[in-house]
């Protein structure tokens, strides 16, 4: 039986509604509800079913330690330097338009945040909240074996959505954060991970402060006539 044209909505809600939350409110997200989440979301494709993602739940006293750790080494220019990510997230070599896209939301957050383009005092601040999971109740970390190769990280990202999407259905939010892949010895040590795990990032999850004002970025996206070619 095809869905209804209500299931229709409610999935591409979930999905349009989807936003990189900077911002959350201290309530707890019960274990059931992100036991569900991952439930859903271990539905993701993958390559003759291998299943790539291992998931990191944080929460508590779990979640303070790793961040404590985490922001002490990102505030002290010297253990900050010592620390390098563990694959290339982004290009070596950035060209438009991806580079323009990534100036652009740059500078609407900054701006939106109030800070100027000198004042690199506020922005190292505003980066750093990375490492607290921006307040959130949920502390995600994401790993994948070494021993896999590019189309397992493919899979992985999907998975990554779909953890998002089904967190949105139960009217949570997220951020993924590439961010925490600089500190993944600190992450390693933390959680016992072994030599044969990679962090591929982090992700905050709660419920979103309508308040917050950084919660008022909304990013643009291209029209389809932008990144498609139809074929007939």
């Not at 100036?103 to 939106?112: A, E, I, Q, S």
């Amino acid at each position: 039986m095809p869905p209804s044209a209500d299931t229709h909505a409610a999935i591409d809600a979930a999905i349009t509604s989807r936003r990189s939350i900077r911002a959350f409110l201290p309530t707890p997200v019960p274990r059931a509800t992100l036991e569900a989440v991952l439930a859903v979301a271990a539905r993701a494709p993958s390559g003759t079913n291998t299943q790539p993602w291992q998931v990191h739940v944080l929460t508590g006293a779990a979640k303070q330690g790793l961040s404590a750790e985490i922001r002490a080494a990102y505030d002290d220019p010297v253990q900050r330097a010592a620390h390098q990510e563990p694959y290339a997230y982004y290009p070596t070599e950035w060209r438009s338009p991806y580079i323009d896209r990534r100036r652009k939301v740059g500078w609407d957050l900054y701006t939106l945040l109030g800070i100027g383009r000198a004042d690199k005092a506020a922005m190292h601040a505003q980066h750093g909240r990375n490492y607290d999971f921006f307040g959130a109740p949920v502390g995600l970390i994401f790993t994948i074996d070494r021993v896999l190769q590019q189309g397992s990280w493919l899979d992985y990202g999907m998975f990554l959505q779909s953890v998002m999407v089904a967190a949105r259905g139960r009217g949570l939010d997220s951020c993924p954060q590439a961010a925490f892949t600089q500190f993944h010895r600190i992450i390693a040590r933390r959680l016992g991970l072994t030599d044969e795990q990679t962090v591929v990032c982090g992700m905050s999850l709660g419920y979103a402060d309508p308040d917050a004002t950084v919660n008022r970025l909304v990013t643009e996206r291209e029209p389809v006539a932008g990144f498609t070619r139809f074929y007939e």
